[in-house]
């Protein structure tokens, strides 16, 4: 069976197992797991689920996990990385995919746990699921091209089933209920993208406060103030594109607010002590020492 390699975008593994099933790592891909026949539990970070026939989980590269199957279980492993989408989309469409994803991509196991809640988003990604296995194994003219599309499908429909459970906020707060720091980290998180939200007198309008009280209630939960936070916030993000996109350090720059691409560099050098460019060339490296181990 074939493994997922460096200079792969997308890979489906189909098996069937017993026992104990752990994926070999670390890993610089996502997956999202079918789970065709059987039972068992997941094991994800450090938590436990049950599974059986039907489920559908998504696992983040950073995510730590294994399988203790119950019942011969025949899984389908749908393998990539960003870049599956890079040939097809250009700056702005790509942009949004990420914006709508990065909802997800770091934190999908919040709730860990089958990720599809609602019926007929489990027979719509199945119905996908059926397609793109049809799609890779023909290999038809511009196979990749529809294999991409549907996983992006697939995708945003994990994400509206995902973020179900984790809503932003979307109404001003009624005044007389106390705001609380995971609604304005939500909010922050929700609209990082855009600049004037981000500013104090903004959030403090939206949660009905007052600039001073606002940035003194968010020093006071996390120890940092507002601005602070979402500066580590975005260079999190940074780091992710670095890492995983092809995006130029110019467009990270023009996607994430920051002037130019000289001003995102003097930001990220002083907090990580390398250049993004330097950061991209260090993950890549590091890469490459794994694969010839």
């Not at 005044?175 to 609604?183: A, E, L």
């Not at 903004?202 to 209630?217: D, G």
């Not at 607010?257 to 260090?282: A, V």
């Amino acid at each position: 069976m074939k493994s997922f390699s460096l200079h792969d975008t997308f890979l489906i593994k189909q098996f069937t197992q017993t026992g104990l099933h752990k994926d070999p790592g670390p890993r610089n891909y996502f997956e999202i797991i079918f789970i065709e026949e059987g039972k068992g539990r997941h094991f994800i970070n450090e938590f436990i689920v049950t599974y059986e026939k039907g489920d559908i989980f998504l696992v983040a590269p950073e995510d730590k996990h294994h399988f203790e199957i119950e019942e011969e279980t025949t899984f389908c492993y749908f393998q990539f990385t960003e870049l599956l989408f890079s040939s097809k989309m250009n700056l702005p469409d790509r942009s949004y995919w990420l914006h709508r994803i990065e909802r997800i991509i770091h934190h999908p196991n919040l709730l860990p746990g089958d990720i599809i809640k609602e019926k007929y988003d489990r027979k719509l990604i199945w119905h996908i699921h059926d397609v793109i296995n049809q799609e890779y194994i023909g290999e038809k003219e511009f196979y990749k091209h529809n294999i991409s599309n549907m996983v992006s499908t697939t995708l945003s429909v994990i994400a509206r089933n995902i973020t179900r459970d984790f809503q932003p906020v979307k109404e001003i707060p009624n005044k007389d209920v106390p705001t609380t720091i995971d609604q304005i980290l939500s909010y922050i998180r929700q609209h990082v993208y855009e600049t004037d939200l981000m500013k104090v007198s903004s959030l403090a309008s939206h949660f009905n406060m007052t600039n001073s009280a606002i940035s003194l209630y968010f020093k006071k939960k996390t120890g940092e103030s507002i601005h602070h936070y979402i500066l580590m916030y975005k260079l999190h993000l940074i780091k992710y594109r670095l890492k995983n996109t092809d995006f130029t350090v110019s467009e990270i720059a023009y996607q994430l607010g920051f002037t130019d691409e000289s001003h995102l560099t003097r930001i990220f050098k002083k907090y990580n002590d390398m250049t993004p460019k330097q950061y991209k060339n260090k993950v890549l490296q590091e890469s490459n020492n794994l694969l010839n181990d």
